[in-house]
């Protein structure tokens, strides 16, 4: 998307008109995920857990502003910023 400046046009004895002009947006660096502090795992169950930041989290919690998509042996899935990362111990 971009940002649309509006100047107004003046001519002598015309009404003004305003001018468009467009600058692209600037884009930012993407932010780096949160650390989580993951210190247990309980991944072979009905109820797959984890324990982030000294909080017991299920599958489809947030932590963080991030949620919980998957708990394994190698880790937790989180999704962040629309992408699935593997958070390991």
Not at 1 to 20: C, N
Not at 34 to 62: F, H, K, M, Y
Request: hydrophobic share 40%.
């Amino acid at each position: 998307m971009e940002e649309i400046d509006v100047a107004p046009s003046i001519e002598p004895g015309q009404p003004s008109k305003p001018v468009f002009t467009t600058r692209p947006k600037e884009d930012k660096a993407p932010a780096a995920p949160p650390s989580l502090n993951i210190t247990g795992l309980i991944w072979n169950s009905d109820r797959p857990q984890a324990i982030i930041n000294e909080q017991v989290v299920d599958i489809g919690d947030t932590v963080q502003n991030v949620e919980i998509v998957a708990i394994h042996k190698m880790g937790v899935d989180i999704s962040f910023n629309g992408q699935v990362i593997t958070v390991k111990p």
